[in-house]
């Protein structure tokens, strides 16, 4: 257990209303980062944090903006939600070094009607 | 661009049989590889890894292989169990880089 807690772990939400998911870890990692999961899509990196305040783009960041202001929380944010923003988002943190597996939370299933 | 390809959405096999999933990239900088499975519901949890110093690496049941001029890597399981049917993933990073790329994952299917 990584010590990751993901909140809430199920959203309901109308298009276009705001929408924050929340990331938690126990342990002071430095590297956390933000993935949704899609049929015939796999996992895709959204954003990532390498430290307090220090966050960069993942491969589908647009809609979607994150902060950081203390070490064991990353926040997602989809400023004003789509119906293409349903999905199963995961929060992972690294432990270790550069060469090292990501751990993952449980997921949140967020569903924009 | 896909730069982590796993180009079967499924496999079936029956238990006590090798499980083999296979994954391709295409990404010259990769050079650290990795296997996630997933259980519906749940995240997704490491399972084995390779650096691309090996060609090799076991861990129990779990075998990985790692062919850098094919730039293809497989996971072996054996014998497979009914217990690890789950979507299987595979991912990668490289370089100076720490996001990790996933493939879209393959679900195996252990029959009894």
């Known amino acids: 257990d990584a010590g990751i807690t993901q909140s809430p772990r199920h959203k309901v939400t109308e298009t276009g209303t705001p929408v924050t998911l929340r990331c938690h870890q126990t342990?002071?990692?430095?590297?956390m980062y933000w993935y949704r999961q899609d049929p015939g899509h796999g996992l895709r990196l959204i954003h990532y944090?390498?430290?307090?305040?220090?966050?960069d783009k993942g491969e589908v960041s647009d809609g979607y903006s994150v902060s950081r202001s203390k070490t064991e929380d990353f926040l997602l944010t989809l400023e004003s939600a789509t119906s293409s923003q349903t999905s199963v988002y995961f929060c992972?943190?690294?432990?270790?070094?550069?060469?090292?597996?990501?751990?993952f939370g449980n997921g949140t299933r967020l569903t924009v009607t | 661009d896909q730069q982590v390809k796993q180009n079967s959405p499924s496999l079936s096999v029956q238990e006590g049989r090798i499980s083999i999933l296979n994954c391709d990239y295409t990404?010259?900088?990769?050079?650290?590889f990795l296997w996630y499975k997933k259980y519906p519901a749940e995240g997704p949890t490491f399972l084995i890894s390779i650096s691309s110093i090996k060609d090799k690496n076991e861990d129990g049941r779990f075998t990985v292989f790692l062919n850098k001029s094919a730039k293809h890597l497989s996971l072996h399981i054996v014998p497979s169990q009914p217990g690890d049917s789950a979507v299987y993933f595979c991912?990668?990073?490289?370089?100076?880089?720490?996001?990790?790329?996933f493939g879209k994952g393959t679900l195996l299917t252990v029959n009894p």
């Open positions: 342990e002071n990692h430095r590297y």
């Open positions: 991912a990668a990073s490289g370089g100076s880089n720490y996001k990790l790329t």
């Open positions: 944090s390498y430290g307090v305040k220090d966050t």
């Open positions: 990404n010259s900088m990769f050079d650290y």
């Open positions: 992972a943190i690294r432990t270790q070094g550069i060469n090292s597996p990501l751990h």
